[in-house]
């Protein structure tokens, strides 16, 4: 259906009407959201004049969260923008509409008293709050409407949250590690293996790529770029026997990544559905051959708490902390690219007590 043009800056379109006029050269255009034309000629002239006062008398311009997040996604460029963007659509319904300078916990408690509903982990909402937080301090920092001002004078204190939720982490046995890797599939057998031997992030594991490996005295090596470590830090990983017998087991896999496939490049496909069943089986399994039930942390196992087993292992060889702080990729000041050959000899004995 066309539009309707009327004098006054104002058309209809599918029978709403919309404003499109021209204010001192810029061109204003949006909708009323109303059917009545005396309603949207009153929308107008409110606009108008608040429109005037921003340009004529330098009033500052109001802009809502929804304005600011959209900004903040089209300027951003960190590596985890596309987990901020799914944060802020989580958010958008309880606070899109709200103005900045209107915006402060008690605007954010419909939304966080929703998802502890849910039966959400305060981690993950204090995770979208900590975008929320971030999104503000953009908007007073960097953006700036039409007289210089900025779209945010102060930024309101948005605590994290504490529920007493908090999931402490899960270290394996011996016996339930068996149970694991017996019930998982080929390809995630050598994950879990090689995360047992390397302590890798999953984000790390899935960008390693052949191109980052190195020898050293024989030693196999991964020097990881700053770019997808958490501390943006160059890290070394230092490969002992097992973790060496699987990735050569994987050289010839056509890739530019040692785990390739639906494991190569995304981060949430290794504790996908593959390896949600997976540990299920291995509680199963765990409670058959022991004759009693598999404890919670093992049924409901996560990726990263296998790195957890890794420095717990680490500790009871008796290994250094500083040592462990080395393989476990915690920042340091050190650049892990200058460690000298006879160090990486130290990291490869300290991980072959693990074999």
């Known amino acids: 259906m066309g539009k309707t043009?009327?004098?006054?800056?104002?058309?209809?379109?599918?029978?709403?009407?919309?404003?499109?006029?021209q204010i001192n050269g810029r061109r204003i255009c949006r909708?009323?959201?109303?059917?009545r034309k005396r309603e949207a000629e009153e929308y107008l002239v409110f606009h108008l004049n608040k429109y005037r006062r921003i340009t004529v008398f330098g009033e500052p311009q109001q802009f809502t969260f929804s304005e600011a997040a959209a900004r903040y996604i089209e300027e951003e460029t960190k590596k985890s923008l596309d987990r901020d963007i799914q944060d802020l659509k989580i958010v958008m319904p309880f606070i899109g509409d709200v103005l900045l300078n209107k915006l402060h916990m008690e605007t954010l408690k419909p939304f966080i008293d929703f998802r502890q509903g849910e039966g959400v982990k305060s981690a993950t909402i204090n995770r979208t709050l900590a975008v929320v937080r971030l999104v503000l301090k953009r908007a007073q920092a960097r953006y700036r409407d039409v007289n210089g001002n900025p779209w945010l004078q102060t930024i309101p204190e948005i605590p994290k949250i504490k529920w007493g939720d908090a999931r402490k982490a899960y270290c394996l046995n011996v016996e339930e590690e068996r149970c694991l890797l017996?019930?998982?599939?080929?390809?995630?057998?050598?994950?879990?293996?090689?995360?047992?031997?390397?302590g890798l992030r999953d984000q790390e594991l899935c960008h390693l790529a052949w191109e980052n490996m190195?020898?050293?005295?024989?030693?196999?090596c991964f020097v990881l770029p700053k770019t997808i470590t958490k501390n943006q830090e160059e890290r070394l990983v230092v490969c002992n026997r097992v973790a060496r017998q699987i990735a050569e087991s994987h050289i010839d896999n056509k890739s530019?990544?040692?785990?390739?496939?639906?494991?190569g490049k995304k981060r949430s496909e290794v504790g996908g559905h593959g390896w949600n069943e997976g540990r299920k089986r291995a509680a199963n399994l765990y409670e058959q051959h022991e004759g009693q039930q598999a404890a919670w942390g093992f049924s409901n196992l996560r990726v990263h708490d296998i790195r957890h087993t890794f420095c717990q292992r680490l500790r009871r060889e008796g290994v250094s902390l500083e040592t462990r702080k080395a393989l476990m990729g915690h920042a340091n000041g050190d650049i892990t690219t200058h460690y000298s050959p006879a160090e990486i000899g130290e990291l490869y004995t300290a991980l072959e007590r693990l074999v």
Not at 5 to 20: A, F, P
Not at 214 to 220: D, G, S, T
């Open 256 to 263: 530019a990544y040692v785990f390739h496939g639906r494991f």
């Open 182 to 198: 017996k019930t998982l599939s080929p390809e995630l057998r050598d994950i879990t293996l090689f995360l047992l031997h390397t």
């Open 31 to 35: 909708s009323t959201g109303t059917n």
């Open 214 to 220: 190195r020898f050293e005295k024989n030693v196999m």
């Open 5 to 21: 043009k009327t004098v006054g800056g104002l058309y209809q379109r599918n029978g709403i009407w919309h404003i499109d006029k």
